[in-house]
């Protein structure tokens, strides 16, 4: 038996500012306060937390670890800040690796091209004799050049696909912007898979990275069954660095033949026997993503009057695929940016609560960043839990010069309505969409609290009532916790609870909120072990 005692500094749910203590036996919280603080004179390990923070770990109700670790493989684009140096970090990885078929990379930054779309024969002038794939931060859009598109045979007369959509010049030529899976697999299509090694390093840096930026859980919300081997290989090798719940894509065109194969790999992740992996979820992509009008909108764009949007469902077979996985006893997690798909959802989730009866089912929309004012009481009506990423909350550059333009004033003043729609009741859960925007909780937690980001404090906050600190912390704790099933466990400090912890180098509840997205992540423990522990960290950067 261990005994930790963790003390000199403030913990949550206690008054911040309060120097209190925490003692944890055996992976268990075992008392809070002074009980706690009598069991420092026979502790197995002290530690000092030098007048900072004690709370739940963090955990993250929404991002794409696999696909953050790959950044890594590919060429380093993601802090491009223009096209020249796009093209130059392609041109250098294209030398230094003249073996490889194909070079594949993410994720460039949408706003370096107006309107955010680019030309295959920019990439054309540095690698020509090989395809190249590079996609952009948003995951729903990809740049090739024109080599990429003859492999996969995409020329004036490819028809429209199906669930996609082919940015094309004024004479119907594909421009080398492709939008959607629809458009975007076939080209993926014709890409090598990556070995099962590259896939398990990938999970583990981008795990570990989880661990340092105070995480615990992760909802990895985005995952084919054929990459699960990868995912069993690194739960086996000790590479997962938090724990991590998978939700299987179901596909709007094949969805019924994927039923057993979802079973089955939930009975692998189950016959496995580990504690950090989970399969328990579905996810279904609803719509796309206003920048690229993708996004399903009851209105049509302002600066498109011609389209509401791409819906990659049909009323019908939403219902019936999320009956069927519900009925299998699986977690709903759907991806809803545009107001329209936002009620498409809660359409879909009261006719699964009505086919298959009541139980404890948590179902999550993801996103939510147009929401109408009539859907918003349907949220508590129905349990939804309502995921959003708060990192997105503010006038960035993408906010300004793609997402205001697309919505129009009216829309664009009632974004990601945090505050408003926990007021309504409604359980509200943060994630990060990483590698979308930074995996850091400290970052969207001040985002969430201030309305603003990082870059710029001079730059006005984006519409909406203000979210508070102790809240915020909750949506990226104990809410999360909720989302996962293990609120009975985990989540809070309380005896009893597994002691997943986080501490931060101040109180976050006792700072100006500006400095809030600044906070250091000073350790990280799963179930009382230390999974990061270090001296306060640089600055962050290049958040978005």
Request: aromatic share 6%; net charge negative.
């Amino acid at each position: 038996m261990t005994l930790t005692v963790f003390h000199s500094g403030s913990v949550a749910g206690a008054p911040a500012g309060q120097t209190t203590a925490v003692a944890v036996t055996d992976g268990i919280i075992t008392a809070i306060g002074p009980a706690a603080g009598d069991l420092a004179s026979i502790a197995d390990v002290l530690h000092d937390l030098r007048g900072g923070y004690l709370g739940p770990a963090f955990g993250d109700g929404h991002a794409h670890p696999l696909f953050a670790g790959l950044e890594d493989v590919g060429p380093q684009i993601r802090h491009c800040t223009d096209l020249d140096e796009i093209l130059a970090a392609v041109a250098r990885w294209a030398d230094e690796h003249p073996g490889d078929d194909w070079i594949v990379g993410a994720s460039y930054d949408a706003t370096l091209s107006e309107d955010g779309c680019f030309d295959a024969r920019w990439l054309d002038s540095v690698v020509s004799d090989r395809p190249v794939l590079l996609r952009a931060w948003d995951y729903h859009t990809v740049w090739v050049n024109s080599r990429a598109l003859e492999i996969s045979g995409i020329t004036s007369d490819t028809p429209e696909p199906e669930l996609g959509r082919i940015i094309r010049r004024p004479d119907g030529s594909p421009l080398g912007t492709l939008c959607e899976p629809g458009a975007i697999d076939l080209v993926a299509a014709h890409v090598p898979a990556h070995g099962q090694d590259t896939l398990v390093s990938a999970l583990s840096r981008a795990t570990s990275a989880f661990a340092r930026a105070g995480v615990s859980w992760v909802q990895d919300a985005w995952v084919e069954t054929e990459s699960l081997d990868a995912y069993l290989a690194a739960a086996r090798q000790g590479a997962l660095h938090t724990r991590v719940n998978l939700a299987f894509r179901a596909d709007p065109l094949r969805w019924a033949g994927q039923l057993p194969e979802f079973a089955a790999a939930r009975d692998r992740v189950i016959a496995a026997g580990g504690e950090l992996l989970g399969a328990n979820t579905i996810k279904f992509f609803l719509d796309g993503i206003v920048e690229s009008h993708t996004a399903h909108m009851i209105d049509a764009y302002a600066d498109c009057p011609g389209s509401r949007g791409l819906p990659n469902w049909e009323d019908h077979s939403l219902i019936d695929a999320a009956i069927a996985v519900d009925f299998m006893g699986f977690q709903l997690h759907l991806h809803a940016i545009g107001d329209a798909a936002v009620r498409q959802g809660l359409d879909t989730i009261a006719a699964v609560v009505a086919a298959n009866g009541p139980r404890d089912r948590r179902p999550v929309m993801a996103h939510l960043q147009s929401i109408s004012p009539t859907d918003l009481p349907r949220f508590r009506e129905l349990g939804v839990i309502a995921n959003f990423e708060p990192l997105w909350a503010q006038r960035d550059t993408v906010m300004t010069e793609l997402t205001f333009p697309r919505l129009g004033a009216e829309r664009a003043s009632r974004q990601f309505q945090i505050s408003e729609v926990a007021a309504s009741g409604v359980r509200v859960s943060f994630g990060s969409d990483w590698p979308v925007t930074h995996h850091h909780p400290m970052p969207g937690i001040g985002t969430a609290v201030t309305r603003t980001g990082l870059s710029d404090p001079d730059i006005p906050p984006l519409a909406g009532a203000p979210y508070g600190v102790v809240d915020a912390l909750d949506s990226y704790s104990a809410q999360v916790a909720y989302q996962a099933f293990a609120d009975h466990e985990r989540g809070t400090l309380a005896a009893g609870q597994i002691a997943d912890l986080v501490w931060l180098e101040s109180d976050p509840r006792s700072i100006a909120e500006h400095d809030v997205a600044g906070v250091k992540v000073l350790g990280t423990w799963l179930a009382g072990k230390p999974t990061h522990l270090t001296t306060p960290e640089p600055a962050l950067d290049g958040i978005r």
